[in-house]
């Protein structure tokens, strides 16, 4: 049977608990453990699908097409287990099903309430769907101890750790014990109210991660042990460290797993083997040559926007032993002068334009796309990448000069558009049937086909493949001729052949649009084989320029 093991935070936000809690996942399946990881969100939105990337950053999707919190990205690129819509729920999702259970009249008249109602709905999202072989299934708490929105949350672990019993269960919580340069002390206090505050709402934790600029002395650890009553060496001290991907290595010098297992009262596990860590960290750290990548991108302000893009291109460096710079470049100032493009690009090893919503900042894009083919620089367009490579092909390659987006208006020539707007009856009827109407957004992993002789072919190494989602618009398929005369083939496309998933310039050293997101499956361990490939041209024209 599955243990629990909770994770709070305290004292303030942005703590890193998400990379605590892949870390520790990560740290226990070193040791041969089969771990799960889920997220629990106070807020009050039904997923975080709607909000703005500024306010939550990247919304990253699920195989299964839910649109979940980007920490489910650390999960995955930590554990390499998929997430599924069951590893991510909402105070919004969990109270849109007791209101529609309400309505329909299911409570039989009873008074719905926060105890019990609230707090049973969110106990049964902990423990559904859940393998039977799963040792460890880590559920962590947005939000800070002591918010009024988490309260529920609070509870209900409080009450499921009741029913379960200690030895199941096990609550880790998160704090702050900063550092007081005028009196170059570390303070404990934070942590002390933190926890106070905590075991006042029913829960002692076993354990404490204490993140801190400075070496906790022992005199420290002892103190904070008395005071919020666990053992001493349940006091986790966390650092700050030098990349994410030394962070599970940190923690197991620092005891965690090792701790974790003690409180579940296991002795005799093995060490963990962290030859997959040792060698994603031996190629982040040793590496033989650096690239710098251009993307060009509207949310550029804040990179969490991007987290998974960011994520896969370093992989794509691990893959290559070569440090990546990322240069974050807003496709806006492209649109205001046209001098912006090639200065800020020329010195580009490769150029890649994201997926996005929205009008502002596509002319930039375009113009970017523009600016790689001409001058032959390794072009990768995702998403709304893709589609705006193929409106740059069809209004200068192929001499369709109304090409445009009907995302972005009405275009004389939609060539990215609806797929009601332009597939034929039959092949709506199909996806009708399918359930798959159109005009919403197409979420989740798709599979497509890709043609014999492609270049993409030979990057993954397969005819079929499966990659993740997450737009409304298409590339019509109508312009597919045209645009393949101009050079851009049609290299990948949905098993029923109506949809283009893929597109490529053989004619060029690196130029791949994708209608998916595949930096949402790329790991540290495992980079994507299209990273991995596009890093390779960006080391290729290195060499070049
Ligand atoms: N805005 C585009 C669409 O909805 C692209 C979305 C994306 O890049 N994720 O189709």
């Known amino acids: 049977m599955a243990r629990f093991i909770f994770i709070t935070g305290g004292v303030v936000s942005s703590l890193g608990k998400g990379l605590m809690a892949a870390s520790l996942a990560a740290l226990l399946q070193a040791r041969g453990y089969k771990v799960r990881l889920r997220k629990l969100d106070p807020y009050l939105n039904i997923d975080p699908g709607t909000m703005s990337p500024y306010q939550h950053g990247e919304v990253y999707v699920t195989d299964d097409g839910a649109e979940t919190d980007l920490d489910l990205g650390h999960y995955e690129r930590f554990s390499g287990v998929p997430a599924r819509q069951s590893d991510n729920v909402t105070s919004g999702r969990i109270y849109q099903g007791i209101i529609s259970r309400e309505r329909r009249g299911d409570y039989l008249g009873a008074t719905v309430q926060v105890i019990p109602h609230v707090t049973n709905a969110i106990q049964e999202f902990i423990g559904a769907d859940i393998e039977p072989d799963l040792d460890f299934m880590i559920c962590e708490i947005g939000g800070t101890v002591g918010d009024i929105e988490s309260l529920p949350f609070i509870e209900a672990i409080r009450q499921f750790r009741n029913q379960e019993g200690r030895g199941q269960t096990l ?26 505050e905590l075991t006042s709402l029913g829960i002692q934790p076993e354990i404490l ?11 420290e650890r002892a103190k904070i042990a008395l005071f919020c009553n666990v053992r001493k060496e349940a006091v986790i001290p966390a650092l700050d460290a030098k990349s994410i991907y030394a962070v599970p290595a940190q923690y197991h010098e620092a005891g965690l797993d090792s701790e974790v297992l003690h409180a579940f009262g296991i002795d005799d596990a093995p060490p963990p083997d962290m030859a997959r860590w040792d060698d994603v960290l031996d190629r982040l750290f040793h590496f033989e040559g650096e690239v710098t990548i251009g993307v060009v991108g509207k949310y550029v302000g804040l990179p969490d926007a991007y987290k998974s893009l960011t994520e896969a291109l370093i992989h794509g460096g691990l893959a290559n032993r070569v440090k990546v710079h990322i240069n974050w470049l807003d496709a806006e100032l492209f649109e205001q002068s046209a001098g912006e493009i090639a200065a800020k690009l020329e010195p580009m090893h490769a150029i890649l334009v994201p997926g996005g919503f929205g009008e502002r900042g596509s002319e930039g894009k375009i113009a970017s796309v523009q600016f790689a083919r001409e001058r032959k620089v390794p072009f990768f367009g995702i998403c709304l990448g893709m589609q705006m490579a193929c409106i740059e092909a069809a209004r200068n390659t192929a001499g369709i000069a109304g090409a445009g987006s009907s995302e972005f208006g009405e275009p004389a020539e939609p060539v990215v558009g609806l797929i009601t707007e332009w597939m034929s009856a039959e092949g709506l009827q199909k996806r009708a049937a399918g359930g798959d109407l159109g005009g919403t957004m197409r979420l989740g992993a798709y599979e497509a086909k890709l043609a014999g002789n492609s270049v993409v072919r030979s990057i993954y190494g397969a005819d079929t493949i499966h990659e993740r989602h997450r737009h409304r618009y298409e590339v019509n398929a109508h312009y597919k001729d045209a645009l393949e005369q101009g050079g851009l083939v049609f290299s990948g496309m949905s098993p029923d052949g109506e949809l283009p998933e893929i597109v490529e310039r053989p004619d060029h050293p690196w130029f791949i649009g994708v209608q998916f997101h595949p930096e949402l499956k790329s790991k540290p361990f495992d980079p994507h084989p299209l990273f991995a490939s596009f890093i390779e041209a960006a080391v290729k024209q290195s060499r070049l320029v």
């Open 171 to 196: 609550s880790i919580h998160t704090t702050l014990v900063p550092y007081i340069a005028a009196a170059g002390e570390l303070k404990t206090k934070p942590t002390q109210h933190s926890v106070r």
């Open 209 to 219: 991660v204490c993140r801190t600029e400075h070496p906790l002395p022992d005199g």
